[in-house]
């Protein structure tokens, strides 16, 4: 049975950081690209950041560039998410996803695997 289990999350002020944690189990995470979505409420889910399969290559939706990155330790199978300088808007539930034949894709069809979610809310 596929597991991907998100932790990490939490209220902080903003300004702050957090850093989410992705424990897969079940599947081997060094053949995924994985990437980390969130959703609001009322809102759709959307894209945040992808890592490829080895972990060489990252890319980032353009309102968390330069604020967070995307880790993946193939060794622990697990991939991090670290969020600093925190906004209100990136209140949201955060997913990570597998997808073992492309990276960095946005369409959440295109995925394997989800996690749970795990709620991060960032205070003003």
């Known amino acids: 049975q596929v597991q991907l289990v998100e932790s990490g999350g939490g209220l902080v002020q903003a300004g702050g950081s957090l850093r989410l944690s992705c424990a897969a189990s079940?599947?081997?995470?060094?053949?995924?690209?994985m990437s980390w979505f969130r959703q609001a409420p009322g809102k759709e889910r959307e894209y945040v950041a992808a890592i490829s399969w080895g972990g060489t290559n990252t890319h980032y939706r353009d309102s968390v560039n330069g604020r967070f990155t995307i880790t993946k330790d193939n060794a622990k199978n697990t991939v991090y998410l670290q969020m600093n300088s925190l906004k209100p808007e990136d209140t949201a539930v955060y997913y990570c996803?597998?997808?073992?034949?492309?990276?960095?894709?946005?369409?959440?069809?295109?995925?394997?695997?989800w996690g749970q979610g795990t709620q991060v809310t960032v205070s003003s």
């Open positions: 996803a597998a997808d073992m034949d492309s990276w960095g894709s946005e369409s959440v069809a295109l995925y394997d695997y």
């Open positions: 079940g599947i081997t995470l060094s053949s995924y690209a």
